[in-house]
């Protein structure tokens, strides 16, 4: 069974672009969540979603966006990029009550 | 304030020895994830807690819920160098299907 799939793996953008990256669950997984890591704050929630739908949000500016198609795919968007969004950027799949499965991850780079 | 506390967050011990992290989280939850990750990669399922006095194993690794106390441990026995990586705790929150994670504990084992 594929696991979790993240494109791309590293991305350089410059500061105010914009940038979508994108995550493919695992099969039969309808609900996929995505996660910031930097070094300084950690592993931060960003969103979920299940079934095309936002069920959650973390406390990140509307400069984050994501959504999910009906082939459970998601992307998230980040516009306006700043310097300080450089971080790996983590998708994760599950069933209710069981492991998470992270993908590989995107690693993002703003100068 | 929702918290997951982890400590220690930086430990260095020697191969052989037998050690535990602890996960202390605020608020109540019934699932609790441990995470390992290597530097560079992604979040390794480890284990998934869902009820008080769970108690699961995994090699040298075992894990244990006390859902009253609101604390994890994550034990290490007899440690060997591959197990260096840096582990991490998260809780599940209920109302708001999100995970959050703990700041992770930095693991080096001395061969």
């Known amino acids: 069974k594929a696991g979790v799939t993240q494109t791309p793996r590293y991305l350089i953008k410059t500061r105010g672009q914009q940038v979508t990256l994108s995550c493919s669950p695992i099969?039969?997984?309808?609900?996929v969540s995505w996660y910031q890591q930097t070094p300084g704050q950690g592993l931060q929630f960003l969103f979920e979603?299940?079934?095309?739908?936002?069920?959650n949000k973390g406390n990140f500016p509307g400069r984050f966006s994501g959504r999910q198609f009906s082939n459970s795919r998601s992307e998230m968007n980040v516009s306006t990029l700043e310097l300080g969004d450089s971080a790996l950027y983590l998708c994760a799949s599950s069933l209710p009550a069981l492991p998470i499965h992270f993908g590989s991850g995107t690693r993002l780079t703003v100068v | 304030e929702l918290k997951v506390e982890q400590n220690p967050l930086f430990l260095s011990m020697q191969e052989g020895k037998n050690y535990t992290i602890y996960c202390n989280y605020s608020?109540?939850?019934?699932?609790l994830y441990w995470y390992r990750q290597d530097p560079g990669k992604s979040l390794e399922s480890l284990f998934v807690l869902l009820s008080n006095g769970a108690v699961k194993q995994e090699g040298r690794l075992m894990a244990s819920l006390d859902t009253k106390a609101r604390l994890s441990t994550l034990h290490i026995t007899a440690a060997v160098h591959d197990l260096s990586a840096t582990y991490f705790c998260a809780i599940f929150m209920n109302r708001d299907d999100k995970i959050i994670f703990g700041k992770g504990t930095r693991l080096h084992i001395l061969p």
């Open positions: 608020t109540t939850s019934d699932r």
């Open positions: 979603y299940f079934s095309e739908t936002q069920r």
């Open positions: 099969s039969g997984h309808r609900s």
